[in-house]
């Protein structure tokens, strides 16, 4: 097992500090290293909030709870008590809605891989209540997007993105999001795994390689480790790591990884950079153990300055999902950048200046004069993001 390289991390608060601690597959959790937090002015109203942040509350109560320390607050361990039990619920919810749907889509033949939810919660942490989920994520063939829009509208959901203007939506989005008319369960159907993904990651492919997972007395598809630490890598690089539960996934997930076959991986589909990222913040922040033979993915300088960069996101409590607040907005757009290659980057910037639905709805104009929505965007993505965020 290797340390990747060192990154500053001085200036993080006592709080995080401590959240971090508990965070890591340490055995020493217990009463004098809590004193030593304890003592150096801890503010637990912001303990709790970063908790909630990050979405790690789960695992911080049952260590937390383990040790039954009296120098946590007694509010404090009825707050993390409440949301984790709130949790339990939640993922249940998920799972029943999983299941219903899973069924009406094999009912139409249509194929599915579940990329997060309760089923990664199991893979990754063997117990669906140790990880949160707001939502559930399903990966199907680009050829059963619309069939499988029927499925979710038979079931009662209703659709909460908009086509875009032309018949090419299914190439500039990657994702329809859902919504139920009663239960309010979230569910978003993929067809690719992340929006710069091409046909080398084919659903077919995926499909051949993926792993199952057993729950309620049923098999669920899902990732094989190879993609699914690309897809996780990519997924935390893309929202700058700004919550530690998709860390905590990375750290999980590292011991199942076959390095021979990442390797091969990386020659194959790249990712180098954002999963090396990855590494050395796993290895910074949670002491994650990274196989020797790993080590070249670390040794890579774009990887460590990406690293660098994202840590400006971890260190404060920001919202960048679906839209990044104001105050950070121009870093978020620069680290954006930053993460693509040259021709992903172009890619972007010509998607961002084809005209969309948002646009419409801000500007109307008549058919003949949308031509002039190319050279208004900038100006209307500003106005939304910017002006009224």
């Known amino acids: 097992m290797i340390k990747a390289a060192k990154i500053d991390l001085s200036d993080i608060s006592n709080e995080l500090s401590f959240l971090l601690f508990i965070l890591r597959d340490v055995q020493e959790l217990d009463e004098k290293r809590i004193r030593e937090y304890a003592s150096n002015n801890m503010k637990w109203d912001s303990f709790i909030q970063l908790t909630l942040h990050h979405r790690v509350y789960p695992i911080v109560y049952l260590k937390l709870n383990q040790i039954r320390s009296s120098l946590i607050p007694a509010d404090i361990m009825e707050t993390l008590r409440y949301h984790y039990n709130s949790n339990i619920i939640k993922m249940m919810q998920l799972t029943r809605e999983m299941n219903k749907i899973c069924d009406k889509l094999s009912d139409d033949s249509i194929r599915t891989i579940l990329l997060k939810g309760p089923t990664l919660a199991i893979q990754l942490y063997g117990d669906m209540s140790h990880r949160t989920s707001k939502d559930l994520d399903i990966l199907l063939d680009v050829e059963d997007v619309e069939r499988a829009e029927e499925v979710m509208t038979r079931l009662g959901y209703e659709l909460e993105d908009k086509h875009s203007l032309n018949h090419k939506w299914k190439e500039k989005m990657h994702h329809l999001s859902f919504r139920h008319k009663e239960n309010s369960v979230q569910v978003e159907i993929h067809w690719r795994l992340n929006p710069n993904s091409s046909d080398s990651h084919s659903f077919n492919r995926l499909w051949g390689r993926r792993n199952n997972v057993l729950l309620l007395n049923r ?23 700004f919550r530690l539960r998709w860390l905590m996934d990375i750290d999980r997930l590292m011991p199942k990884i076959d390095s021979g076959k990442m390797h091969d991986y990386f020659r194959q589909y790249g990712g180098q950079s954002f999963t090396g990222q990855a590494f050395i913040l796993a290895s910074n922040l949670l002491d994650s153990k990274i196989p020797h033979s790993m080590n070249q993915v670390t040794n890579n300088k774009k990887a460590l300055r990406l690293a660098k960069t994202s840590l400006f996101f971890i260190k404060r409590i920001v919202k960048l999902n679906p839209v990044p607040e104001k105050s950070v907005v121009w870093h978020y757009f620069r ?55």
């Open 219 to 241: 098999e669920f598809h899902c990732l094989g480790n190879e993609d699914l630490l690309y897809y996780l890598a990519d997924h935390g690089a893309r929202h700058a790591w």
């Open 335 to 389: 680290y954006t950048l930053s993460l693509m290659t040259g021709r992903q980057r172009a890619r972007y910037l010509l998607n961002h200046l084809e005209p969309n639905v948002e646009d419409m709805s801000l500007l109307p104009l008549y058919k003949p004069f949308h031509f002039l929505y190319v050279p208004l965007r900038p100006f209307l993505w500003f106005w939304r993001n910017i002006i009224n965020n």
